[in-house]
């Protein structure tokens, strides 16, 4: 018999991941406002641990260090878009970024002329440092009870928080202030207009696949997921794709070998809670990324009267935007 494993309360921990749980159950326990930098594996440590060979006695030597956790394999445990694909860009610098798209409509010539692919005008993604935070109130009884576990909660907790907003701007960022710009929102997303107000066919489906591929916008079939709101599944989960005398065939919102892999048309599909009402959304993971400028940070803020009562107040801040790389490569569906 098989059994379901669970990485416990803790969950996976690396060398980094040690080093940032003994530093906030110190954080946690200190008498002293003082904040605390979460470091997470960057690129020039994830891609040797990656090309090592864990088959190979010889290429295990350096002991430690071999499978390390990045911010966004963290992120993916509380991020729904991430999880399905959504890159994650690390900044090492903090300053706006300059993102081109790839132009996918362009095309070289045969034959003994040549086309000058460059003279078109450049399109860009724009990300720049967005501010995200979030108060967390510890249990100064439980970091003395077990500090380990205290200092995983309260990154998990972290954690979940940023996922949280970084999905939620993701998807219906209206573009003002601080807040990124979502694929809701974006006017530049190619939209297809039900044939029903409201009701998600399988014609609906198949011709925003086609509004992609025809905007030259199709850059992986693998990349593929879907985007709605709970009501708008429900709704797929019990209309039938297919109908014959007497048998009706899978849902709309058909069903894969796991829950997380079902999907129309055979392609994942998310659900948001924070999605508003007949969001559906035909997405590439490619076509999207979030944007981390490597500044997550924890401090501890004294309140005597909070500390009387056996709690802290920790503050967590990081520096994060979302950008939409291609919006060919995204297809929303809309009303007429």
């Not at 925003?208 to 997921?225: K, L, Q, V, W």
Request: glycine letters at 8%; hydrophobic letters at 40%.
């Amino acid at each position: 018999m098989k059994f379901k494993s669970h990485r416990g309360y803790i969950g996976p921990v690396d060398n980094y991941r040690r080093e940032r749980l003994l530093e906030l159950s110190n954080l946690i326990e200190s008498n002293e406002q003082r904040s605390l930098k979460l470091n997470f594996p960057d690129y020039q440590d994830l891609e040797p641990a990656r090309q090592r060979d864990l088959t190979d006695p010889d290429s295990l030597k350096s002991g430690q260090g071999t499978v390390l956790f990045s911010l966004p394999a963290m992120l993916a445990e509380h991020s729904q878009l991430i999880k399905n694909g959504v890159p994650v860009i690390n900044s090492t610098r903090f300053q706006d970024l300059d993102v081109p798209v790839l132009d996918r409509s362009l095309e070289a010539a045969w034959g003994g002329s040549s086309v000058d692919v460059g003279d078109n005008g450049i399109s860009a993604a724009l990300p720049k440092p967005k501010r995200v935070s979030a108060f967390i109130v510890v249990s100064r009884q439980l970091q003395i009870q077990n500090p380990i576990l205290t200092g995983a909660w309260l990154e998990s907790q972290l954690l979940a928080a940023v996922g949280r907003a970084l999905d939620k701007a993701a998807i219906v960022g209206d573009g003002t202030g601080d807040n990124p710009l979502g694929i809701l929102n974006d006017t530049e997303i190619l939209t297809h207009t039900r044939t029903s107000a409201g009701i998600n066919t399988l014609t609906d489906m198949a011709a925003m696949e086609r509004t992609i591929a025809e905007a030259n916008g199709e850059a992986s079939s693998d990349d593929y997921f879907w985007v709605s709101d709970p009501r708008t599944r429900e709704a797929l989960r019990i209309a039938p794709a297919f109908t014959a005398e007497g048998n009706f065939g899978d849902s709309l919102w058909s069903h894969r070998t796991s829950s997380e892999k079902s999907g129309p048309l055979g392609f994942p599909g998310i659900v948001s809670p924070v999605a508003p009402a007949d969001t559906f959304v035909l997405a590439q993971s490619s076509g999207m990324a979030f944007v981390d400028w490597n500044k997550l940070e924890v401090e501890n803020l004294t309140n005597v009267y909070q500390a009387t009562e056996g709690f802290r107040t920790m503050l967590a801040t990081g520096f994060f935007d979302f950008v939409t790389i291609d919006p060919k490569m995204i297809c929303k569906a809309v009303d007429a």
